[in-house]
């Protein structure tokens, strides 16, 4: 079956740090590939997409590059905001499973001034 | 972004109370989900419709009731409710293979069990 594994938050950082938050999924076809951002007291958004191998889905200075030789999508800001405090979501999307979305856990994003 | 509305946005009920949930999509979208969301636990797919049919039901107690009347309204009836169902309920949306797999979240409606 479909899996999304993220690392494990929190991630506390100062304000103009670089960001990365690790994503790697296992899937049976070839998957469309999502972060999605929660604010506090807020549904999900989504912050970016990519459809295929070597796509970059970009959105607000969040980028991530869908990398199929290693399964992964990781996000990467490279100065982050107290604003973009949030939790983190990546999520996998086949064709083949009607559009489901497995996401991952979670990752905690602290941004301290 | 007000494509996915949800009323109410907070409910506290007893645990022998009835009552609905209701989730509206503004989006076009033939597609309507609800998630439950828990303190520590990963995102729970709930139910899925597909042109106002259910297609997925990820053996969710029949305490939960869901509701699809036409592609743009989705309610989820609640009665007897035990307190670890208190969360965070979401709906989302989508349009299949046109929006690649995206799909569209409310802002949910936080659920306490008394």
């Known amino acids: 079956g479909n899996s999304v594994t993220q690392m494990e938050g929190p991630v506390t950082l100062s304000e103009e740090a670089f960001l990365t938050i690790n994503c790697t999924y296992t899937a049976t076809g070839y998957p469309s590939l999502f972060w999605y951002v929660q604010y506090p007291g807020e549904g999900l958004q989504l912050l970016l997409k990519a459809t295929k191998a070597d796509d970059k889905g970009s959105n607000k200075g969040f980028e991530a590059t869908y990398r199929k030789e290693t399964t992964s999508f990781h996000l990467e800001k490279g100065s982050v905001q107290v604003s973009d405090s949030a939790v983190y979501f990546c999520?996998?999307?086949?064709?083949?499973?009607?559009?489901?979305?497995?996401f991952g856990g979670g990752t905690r994003l602290m941004v301290k001034p | 972004e007000t494509g996915v509305t949800q009323t109410p946005r907070h409910l506290v009920m007893g645990m022998t109370n009835k009552k609905s949930l209701k989730c509206e999509q503004h989006l076009g979208h033939n597609a309507m989900y609800w998630y439950k969301q828990s303190a520590k636990k990963p995102l729970e797919l709930m139910f899925v419709y597909s042109l106002e049919e259910r297609v997925e039901n990820n053996s969710v107690p029949s305490r939960f009731s869901p509701e699809c009347p036409n592609s743009s309204h989705l309610f989820l009836h609640l009665h007897t409710l035990q307190p670890e169902d208190s969360a965070l309920y979401l709906c989302?949306?989508?349009?299949?293979?046109?929006?690649?797999?995206?799909?569209?979240f409310g802002p949910g409606t936080r659920l306490t069990v008394l």
């Open positions: 989302a949306s989508s349009q299949g293979e046109t929006s690649g797999g995206a799909q569209y």
């Open positions: 999520a996998l999307s086949e064709n083949n499973a009607g559009n489901m979305l497995t």
